[in-house]
């Protein structure tokens, strides 16, 4: 069973035993979180009611991603600057998807 579900404005396809890397949830390592915003569900070639199910989840650990640089220039006006970015991320362990 597979379900799409949507979580720091984006989606995410997920079946359990699965990882995914989102935006930063409130919690430690080895808590339980539940998804509750299920879009669509379905098994093999069959969609279900996706309005009741609930994915529920394990925190595996708080980390960061990648620096990403902000370099800004302006042409012939002496104006440079540069700057970094690491987003924080939460990285989950789906468990089940049900009711």
Same mark, same amino acid.
């Given at each position: 069973?597979?379900?799409?579900?949507?979580? &720091? +404005?984006?989606?995410?396809?997920?079946?359990?035993? #699965?990882?995914?890397?989102? %935006?930063? !949830?409130? &919690? *430690?390592?080895? #808590?339980?979180?539940?998804?509750? #915003?299920? !879009?669509?569900? &379905? *098994?093999?070639?069959?969609?279900?009611?996706? +309005?009741? !199910?609930?994915?529920?989840? %394990? =925190?595996?650990?708080?980390?960061? +991603? %990648?620096?990403? =640089?902000?370099?800004?220039?302006?042409?012939?006006?002496?104006?440079?600057?540069?700057?970094?970015?690491?987003?924080?991320?939460?990285? !989950?362990? =789906?468990?089940? =998807? &049900?009711?």
């Amino acid at each position: 069973m597979f379900a799409v579900v949507r979580t &720091g +404005g984006k989606q995410y396809r997920v079946a359990a035993g #699965d990882k995914i890397v989102v %935006e930063k !949830l409130a &919690g *430690e390592a080895g #808590d339980k979180v539940t998804l509750d #915003d299920v !879009l669509f569900a &379905g *098994e093999g070639g069959k969609a279900q009611d996706a +309005g009741k !199910l609930t994915v529920a989840a %394990e =925190i595996i650990a708080q980390a960061k +991603g %990648e620096k990403v =640089i902000v370099f800004k220039k302006r042409r012939r006006h002496n104006y440079r600057r540069k700057n970094g970015h690491r987003q924080n991320h939460t990285i !989950l362990k =789906i468990v089940s =998807i &049900g009711a």
